[in-house]
């Protein structure tokens, strides 16, 4: 079994970091040009949770999968799930939400077998593709607690007034 604490520690710091910006009201800068605001990150995050959700749930029914994250990086489909959420609040309750459901696949759900199964992946990052063969499930749960969610800590941060945490590339 994966021991999912530190997927849970960075989506809570995720979240946290996101209540925080979402509490600073209008005291939060307006991203620099080519940068996501709060909603956008949370969006993204949103939908890159929901793809290693499906990818973990295909693998949990025996089915084939694959992981492409060039949706989660579509402004236009960043745009919509922040209009279907229905605001910060609500995206912040889906990215939770999703966190667990990861955290329950990465646990106790599936084996190591399952979680050793190699899945096609496709990422990209600032225009540039980052992995482009299979990955095993377990290293894509690993890789959002590892990379992926404390990047996006890091650009909420950088929206505080005192610019905390840095930038992150989208």
Same mark, same amino acid.
């Given at each position: 079994?994966?021991?999912?604490? *530190?997927?849970? /520690?960075?989506?809570?710091? #995720? #979240? ?22 709060? /909603?956008?990150? +949370?969006?993204?995050?949103? #939908?890159?949770? !929901?793809? &290693? ?11 084939? &999968? ?6 989660? #990086? ?12 229905? @605001?910060?609040?609500? +995206?912040?309750?889906?990215?939770? $939400? ?7 696949? @990465? ?7 399952? =979680? !050793?199964?190699? %899945?096609?992946?496709?990422? $990209?990052?600032?225009?540039? %593709?980052?992995? /482009?063969? *299979? %990955? *095993?499930?377990? /290293?894509? %749960? ?7 969610? *404390?990047?996006?800590?890091?650009? =909420? $941060?950088? $929206? ?7 930038? !992150?590339? &989208?």
């Amino acid at each position: 079994m994966m021991d999912t604490t *530190p997927l849970r /520690d960075a989506y809570r710091a #995720l #979240l946290d970091a996101a209540a925080t910006v979402a509490g600073s009201g209008d005291a939060v800068a307006v991203p620099p040009a080519g940068e996501w605001n709060a /909603d956008q990150i +949370l969006a993204h995050v949103s #939908l890159v949770s !929901a793809a &290693t959700v499906a990818a973990a749930s295909c693998v949990a029914s025996g089915a084939n &999968t694959t992981y492409d994250n060039r949706i989660a #990086l579509d402004t236009w489909t960043i745009e919509r799930v922040i209009a279907l959420a229905g @605001g910060n609040e609500r +995206l912040r309750d889906r990215v939770r $939400l999703q966190g667990e459901a990861l955290c329950a696949f @990465g646990g106790p759900a599936l084996s190591e077998a399952e =979680l !050793a199964t190699p %899945v096609p992946t496709r990422l $990209l990052s600032g225009g540039k %593709v980052l992995v /482009d063969q *299979p %990955v *095993p499930l377990k /290293d894509l %749960v690993t890789g959002l607690a590892e990379v992926e969610l *404390p990047g996006h800590t890091r650009q =909420l $941060l950088a $929206l505080l007034p005192d610019g905390a945490g840095g930038r !992150a590339a &989208t």
